[in-house]
């Protein structure tokens, strides 16, 4: 079944950098869409990138362009979402999903991973 396994979240100040991973298995990594999904404290699920299989293709939600970037690595089964120049603001649970995220498209929760938190604070 579908594994994804986040890493790399903690305590950041605001300005930091902090750089996630997500290892997959059990599915056909290099074939999938894969998106970096964020939910804020009493805030909802927020779609924040995306990337094409072969990562051609990149998304960026505007809140995090220019500061974030996704990418990944298919010899790895790895997925990544290096963030920079954080706020407060990005402070959320982290999850790498597979799938093409969007709203009103939402992969089955099966098809998640567990997340990851960041918190950006002084």
């Known amino acids: 079944q579908v594994q994804l396994v986040e890493s790399g979240g903690g305590l950041v100040q605001p300005g930091g950098s902090l750089r996630l991973s997500c290892v997959a298995s059990g599915f056909a990594f290099s074939d999938s869409y894969m998106t970096w999904g964020r939910r804020a404290p009493g805030k909802g699920m927020e779609w924040v990138a995306r990337?094409?299989?072969?990562?051609?293709?990149?998304f960026i939600a505007t809140p995090v362009v220019g500061r974030f970037t996704i990418s990944r690595d298919n010899a790895k089964n790895a997925l990544y979402l290096q963030m920079n120049s954080l706020k407060p603001e990005d402070t959320a649970v982290y999850f790498c999903?597979?799938?093409?995220?969007?709203?009103?498209?939402?992969?089955?929760?099966?098809?998640w991973g567990q997340g990851t938190q960041v918190i950006v604070s002084s």
């Open positions: 999903v597979k799938g093409r995220a969007r709203p009103g498209v939402i992969p089955p929760r099966s098809d």
């Open positions: 990337i094409s299989g072969d990562g051609d293709s990149t």
